[in-house]
């Protein structure tokens, strides 16, 4: 049972264009929710992150939004920069899972 | 600030042995978590420590065990080595349980079963 959601595998982006990363969940519990980037052979970085709250948190070029009734997020990168070419995760934390529960990732290739 | 650190950083077993693996978390932290990620996989979650005691533990058999040491590092053990077990293993701490605290990772320990 996959309660987070990232059904595009992988995105391929223009350096300075619009990176829009995608994420489902089927949890109407879930209260709290990250975005995490991750190079090959290092551990996940948190970038950002969004309580159940608020539609939209925003921090330099990442911003996340929240769109509750669809139970859909999203992660907007702009502008696109080779260097934020890694594996994008979404996680979810609330309810009675009292775990975060990651997707299964996007592979972000932004194109010099 | 020192980051979440684990070791070690490869290790290879063969089927039936058993392997430990070690964390510490960003100073200050009272909660570790541990991950595993297979090949091809998300992110699953195995144990969750905080003050010395398991307060979750995910859909893994129990030869995946772990503990808390006073100091807040932790093991994780996993007994009688399957196959399946090859994976990089992620290690995570917070100040708190989410959603008031975000959990940060370690780089990890990728484990090869042959």
């Known amino acids: 049972d996959q309660q987070v959601k990232q059904n595009s595998p992988s995105l391929s982006v223009q350096e300075g264009r619009i990176s829009i990363l995608n994420c489902d969940y089927t949890?109407?519990?879930?209260?709290?929710f990250l975005w995490y980037k991750k190079y090959p052979a290092e551990g996940p970085t948190f970038l950002i992150s969004?309580?159940?709250?608020?539609d939209k948190n925003e921090d330099g070029r990442f911003t996340v939004f929240l769109n509750k009734s669809a139970k859909h997020l999203s992660l907007h990168i702009v502008p696109s920069q080779p260097g934020d070419s890694a594996v994008y995760f979404c996680?979810?934390?609330?309810?009675?899972?009292?775990?975060?529960?990651f997707g299964t990732g996007t592979l972000l290739a932004v194109q010099p | 600030e020192a980051g979440v650190t684990q070791s070690p950083t490869h290790l290879i077993k063969t089927r039936g042995q058993q392997v430990t693996l070690r964390c510490s978390p960003i100073?200050?932290?009272?909660?570790v978590y541990w991950y595993q990620q297979a090949l091809g996989l998300g992110l699953q979650f195995l144990l969750w420590?905080?003050?010395?005691?398991?307060?979750n533990r995910g859909n893994f058999p129990p030869r995946f065990s772990g503990r808390q040491f006073p100091n807040y590092s932790s093991e994780l053990n996993v007994n009688a080595l399957e196959l399946e077990d090859s994976a990089l293993y992620l290690c995570a701490s917070s100040w708190d349980r989410p959603p008031r605290e975000t959990q940060y990772f370690g780089p990890g320990t990728r484990l090869l079963v042959l």
């Open positions: 949890n109407s519990m879930f209260d709290y």
């Open positions: 969004i309580s159940s709250i608020k």
């Open positions: 100073s200050g932290h009272t909660s």
């Open positions: 420590y905080d003050e010395g005691e398991e307060r």
């Open positions: 996680a979810a934390w609330g309810g009675a899972t009292n775990k975060l529960i």
